[in-house]
């Protein structure tokens, strides 16, 4: 049974979409597009160049204009990101960048211009791609749509641990409010939001390990029906 083209992963934050993800991409032997890091590379560029966030006009100019890299890594290497020449893969991270992104993303032209990016990557490949509208949005042909669930206290204990895991000091009910805020944010914004595409097949990863979502993903994938 031939694979599909391309698969799409969707979820809230700190779901384990870009974990799952890599995972997946690696033992299908496919690329993998994490959608959130580009959003984070061009929130990183607007503050660089000093950007106003209620901008449009020049967001939607620097989204459109952006030369965005994802360049192939080896199967045992976490994906690198460079804007305009510049390797971002750790700067994106920043607490800036955190707390700016969703009004980046938020910006319907920008996302316009992102999407259409996104689909150019995946055209011609086979890609696994997360985010939080591929399914809906970026990628609605795409024979395999998942939608990644969590609770959000486990959401955010996970993000604890990854803050801890880097030497980051961050205080639970932090993380906690953050992500709550996000989640009102991504579910009812008027592009694109955040929800499951009606053919999306839900899977809870609370009390899972990344790698036994991903198997999840990688038999489904082996069993959907490709044209």
């Known amino acids: 049974?031939?694979?599909?083209?391309?698969?799409?992963?969707?979820?809230?934050?700190?779901?384990?979409?870009?974990?799952?993800?890599?995972?997946?991409?690696?033992?299908?032997?496919?690329?993998?597009?994490?959608?959130?890091?580009?959003?984070?590379?061009?929130?990183?560029?607007?503050?660089?160049?000093?950007?106003?966030?209620?901008?449009?006009?020049?967001?939607?100019?620097?989204?459109?204009?952006?030369?965005?890299?994802?360049?192939?890594?080896?199967?045992?290497?976490?994906?690198?990101?460079?804007?305009?020449?510049l390797d971002v893969t750790d700067a994106i991270h920043g607490a800036a960048v955190e707390a700016c992104v969703p009004q980046v993303s938020g910006v319907p032209s920008v996302r316009e211009a992102m999407a259409a990016r996104q689909r150019s990557m995946a055209r011609g490949a086979k890609v696994v791609m997360a985010g939080r509208d591929i399914g809906t949005v970026v990628l609605p042909q795409?024979?395999?749509?998942?939608?990644?669930?969590?609770?959000?206290?486990?959401?955010?204990?996970?993000?604890?641990?990854?803050?801890?895991?880097?030497?980051?000091?961050?205080?639970?009910?932090?993380?906690?409010?953050?992500?709550?805020?996000?989640?009102?944010?991504d579910t009812h914004r008027p592009v694109s939001p955040l929800r499951p595409a009606a053919d999306a097949r839900v899977i809870d990863t609370e009390g899972q390990t990344p790698e036994q979502v991903a198997g999840a993903i990688v038999k489904l994938a082996k069993e959907v029906d490709c044209p």
């Open 1 to 85: 049974m031939p694979s599909p083209a391309s698969i799409a992963i969707d979820g809230s934050a700190a779901v384990g979409k870009s974990t799952v993800g890599r995972i997946v991409a690696t033992r299908l032997g496919y690329r993998f597009i994490d959608t959130g890091e580009m959003y984070r590379a061009l929130t990183w560029l607007a503050l660089r160049q000093g950007i106003p966030m209620d901008d449009v006009a020049s967001l939607a100019k620097l989204a459109g204009g952006a030369k965005i890299d994802l360049p192939p890594q080896p199967d045992d290497a976490l994906g690198s990101i460079l804007i305009n020449g």
């Open 142 to 185: 795409a024979a395999l749509k998942v939608f990644l669930t969590a609770p959000l206290k486990e959401r955010a204990r996970r993000r604890h641990i990854e803050q801890q895991g880097k030497g980051l000091e961050a205080a639970y009910e932090a993380i906690l409010a953050d992500l709550a805020r996000r989640d009102e944010i």
